[in-house]
């Protein structure tokens, strides 16, 4: 065992790298290396210190405990090291992955690096070497006209070892530097593990470094190392001998009792076909015992171990009690962030886990809701209807059930949830009641809804097209503090055909259960029971918004940020909904007096959580200091709303209430910004700047002036004289809604049962071909319009 440790101070050599690192990791990540002072700080990202305990024996069970771990090995490839050419060193990615590396060590874990690289680093030294010792001599004795014509020869691996070893570490010290870390290079052969007393020391070694703060940078000694020989090891958890890195990492990992191995390659982690095959599936979660649905293919372009003897290692690490996560360290778009993403938790690569869930994956409760959701689309219209009415039935007769579970999801919140969302998360009798009445309008608007020909043109003589309404596929329902937001959805999605994955949040989990367990009993009357599914297990919403290959339409409800963090989370999957909902209500000069306070009242204290509910309130300026204006304040101030004055409107008074923070702002609660406007124009421009397209209302008699807004003001609803409450689809007579969109691409507004269907076209020909339109052809395009059948509207 040969250990040596890296530090500014012990390695000159580092110092005339430190020049080209620094514009190295520079130009990848674009951070400034840190003061040397501050050791627990580091580029532009914050220290966290992270509570880190465990106790070693048992692996992690699920992915969301790996943020736990506390002592963590890094496996890294020779594919992960090397260029694409296999001579050098992939130097923007050694970067990128030292940067996560100090990241996570300066949160308090206990990094160690396994790494390979020395004889890549090696052979474009040797190569170097040769060429130019070849062109001198060449030069001497034949002229310049023969240097094109040199072979340099086959470079043997423990030579190029032997002359990358030194440069390799000396490149990890000086990009190590960077972040005040220091590193320490420890080399090692089998016999370092077979021999009991050479164990120890290493053992001990890395202890020490460890308790230091030191980073150990660990690899197999390739200078002295025989060749590999086929053995019977790995058959066991007592034995394992170190043929390679992958067996290496393994095998410090379980003598160093770490909590997680990261084991990076050039794939994304285990298929259940080989990589790149068209039927070829990413392996969320991998068990011992399921060799037998992995189809292994060869081995990495370069480095010793396959895939095979990755998972080999492997699992027998997690027997040793290693949780280990075999990931892809290539790819540009996330070997950025590959290694913390996993200490995160999130869903990338293969998971190694002990622990199979109770119930399906999601992604198989994607497929699920796939399938499940193409034969409710093949039922009669009759047929979808009858489950969503006995859908109904159930909640009524359920009823006590229903409100037993609400009862303890509303217990648990308490003290842990605001106010206005342990309004959202109860139900009530009166609550369900309406659930029904919704649910059987929307099951009586249903009967024409899938299938539904909205075009007919006659292309040419006997060939005929039709523009049909189809399903959108599977939507990806994201709701929090909301379970009647369940069965609303449930049922559109019923309607409409789709299949439907449903991601409650954990404060209304008794609820949801039920509900979806009612779902599931009235799918079941035509065999369809799998279209609807909930998502139980513990994926992150991060997760399931990559999840494009399953799902077709996110359709997120729920707060402003949850609506946000979606959208900047969904990649590839387009997301139904908005972010806020900053509802304007603009009281005209010409508003009557009887009027103004009603619908003020409503659109704000009705329900102020809501997001149609009204944020802010234009006043007109002539209408200040009269007795309309007043009447306006007092009811406020009776019903406890507090008022937030916006610039102008503060500048009319004295002594004026708190002034607003900021003019976009979705309060959500019993409070309100009020501001001073001089007319229509500015109403509808101070609407376009800080509004969010929900809900805008005029109050005025004057209808003209209320034309004028109507047809100007650009937001999913505008109205004249009503409540901004009204912006519903219940109210709207859609029976029920999955969200209000303020987008401008398939549905605006609130999204029924409409917004939930996409269109195909069926063509219906007789042997017709293109070129018997051609110029020289026998046919001709007729293009006529043809009567589409009328729409059943009772």
């Known amino acids: 065992m040969l250990s040596q440790v890296c530090c500014s101070r012990f390695q000159p050599f580092s110092q005339r790298l430190l020049p080209w690192v620094q514009s190295t990791v520079s130009r990848c990540h674009r951070v400034q290396p840190p003061a040397v002072t501050h050791v627990r700080s580091w580029s532009n990202i ?9 106790t070693h024996g048992k692996s992690f069970a699920h992915r969301s405990e790996l943020k736990h771990a506390k002592r963590i090995v890094v496996k890294l490839g020779s594919a992960v090291v090397t260029r694409g050419d296999e001579c050098g060193l992939a130097l923007g990615r050694l970067a990128s992955i030292v940067e996560q590396v100090s990241v996570l060590q300066n949160q308090g874990r206990e990094m160690i690096l396994v790494t390979s690289g020395a004889v890549a680093f090696g052979k474009q030294r040797l190569r170097h070497e040769i060429l130019l010792s070849q062109s001198v001599r060449q030069a001497l004795h034949s002229g310049q006209n023969q240097l094109k014509e040199m072979a340099i020869p086959v470079l043997e691996a423990r030579a190029c070892a032997a002359a990358g070893q030194s440069g390799l570490m000396a490149l990890y010290e000086a990009m190590f530097t960077q972040y005040s870390i220091c590193a320490a290079q420890i080399l090692v052969t089998n016999l370092d593990f077979h021999d009991e007393q050479k164990r120890r020391n290493l053992n001990g070694t890395l202890h020490e470094l460890l308790r230091m703060n030191i980073v150990p940078i660990v690899n197999t000694n390739d200078a002295v190392v025989p060749p590999a020989e086929p053995n019977s ?10 043929k390679d890195n992958d067996s290496l990492a393994a095998r410090l990992a379980v003598e160093m009792k770490t909590d997680l191995l990261i084991v990076l390659s050039d794939v994304e982690g285990l298929f259940d076909s080989p990589p790149g095959s068209d039927d070829a599936k990413l392996i969320d979660i991998f068990y011992p015992g399921d060799q037998q649905s992995v189809t292994f293919g ?19 690490a997690l027997q040793g009690g290693t949780s280990v996560v075999i990931a892809n360290g290539t790819h540009p778009k996330v070997s950025g962030h590959v290694i913390t993403d996993i200490v995160e938790g999130k869903k990338v690569g293969t998971f190694f886990s002990e622990v199979k869930p109770a119930g399906p994956t999601v992604e198989q409760q994607g497929e699920m809701a796939r399938s499940g959701g193409r034969m409710l689309a093949t039922l009669e219209p009759e047929q979808r209807a009858e489950i969503i009415h006995h859908l109904a039935d159930l909640l009524t007769d359920q009823r006590d059930e229903i409100l037993l579970a609400n009862k303890k999801d509303l217990e648990e919140a308490q003290g842990r949830l605001a106010t206005p969302l342990l309004k959202r998360l109860s139900l009530s009798t009166s609550k369900l009641n309406s659930l ?8 009586a608007s249903s009967h024409d809804s899938v299938g539904r020909v909205l075009r007919r043109t006659r292309i040419a003589k006997n060939l005929e097209l039709e523009q049909v309404t189809v399903p959108i596929g599977v939507l990806l329902v994201i709701f929090e503090s909301r379970p009647d937001c369940l069965p609303q959805v449930a049922a559109l999605a019923i309607a409409s055909g789709n299949g439907l994955l449903l991601k409650g ?7 949801n259960r039920i509900l979806h367990l009612l779902t599931q009993e009235a799918l079941s009357i035509h065999g369809v029971k799998d279209a609807v599914q909930l998502v139980n297990t513990r994926e992150e919403v991060e997760d399931l918004c990559r999840l494009d290959n399953m799902i077709d339409l996110i359709i997120p409800r729920g707060s402003s940020q949850l609506v946000r963090d979606i959208q900047k989370a969904a990649k590839g999957i387009p997301v139904m909904g908005h972010s806020e909902g900053i509802c304007h209500m603009f009281v005209d000069s010409e508003a009557s007096v009887d009027k103004v306070t009603r619908l003020v009242r409503d659109s704000k204290c009705e329900y102020p959580a809501a997001c149609n509910a009204l944020e802010t309130l234009l006043i007109h300026r002539d209408l200040l200091r009269t007795p309309l204006f007043d009447q306006i304040i007092d009811m406020l101030r009776v019903e406890q709303v507090k008022i937030h004055a916006g610039p102008k409107f503060a500048s009319y008074l004295t002594f ?44 005025t008699e004057n209808e003209k002036t209320a034309e004028f807004f109507l047809q100007h003001v650009d937001s999913a609803c505008v109205f004249w004289n009503a409540s901004t409450r009204f912006s519903d689809g219940y109210r709207f007579g859609l029976g029920a809604e999955v969200g209000i969109s303020t987008s401008r691409i398939h549905a605006r507004g609130p999204v029924g049962l409409e917004g939930l269907l996409t269109t195909k076209w069926l063509l219906r020909g007789q042997d017709h071909v293109v070129s018997d339109f051609s110029e020289h052809g026998n046919l001709k395009y007729l293009h006529e319009n043809l009567p589409v059948p009328q729409r059943n509207t009772n």
């Open 46 to 54: 914050p220290f966290i210190t992270v509570p880190l305990s465990r």
């Open 233 to 242: 090891d790995l058959q066991g958890v007592n034995v394992i001998s170190v």
């Open 298 to 316: 060869t081995k990495s372009r370069v480095g010793m171990g396959g895939m095979e003897a990755k998972v080999k290692a492997a699992l027998w």
């Open 436 to 443: 029904a009445i919704g649910l059987r309008q929307i099951a």
């Open 505 to 511: 949040g954990k404060e209304a989990a008794h609820s």
């Open 656 to 699: 004026s209430p708190s002034e607003v923070k900021s003019l976009r702002t979705e309060y959500g609660d019993l409070e309100l910004c009020i501001e001073v406007v001089d007319g229509v124009q500015e109403a509808i421009e101070h609407i376009h700047k800080y509004g969010s397209s929900h809900t805008d209302v005029i109050v």
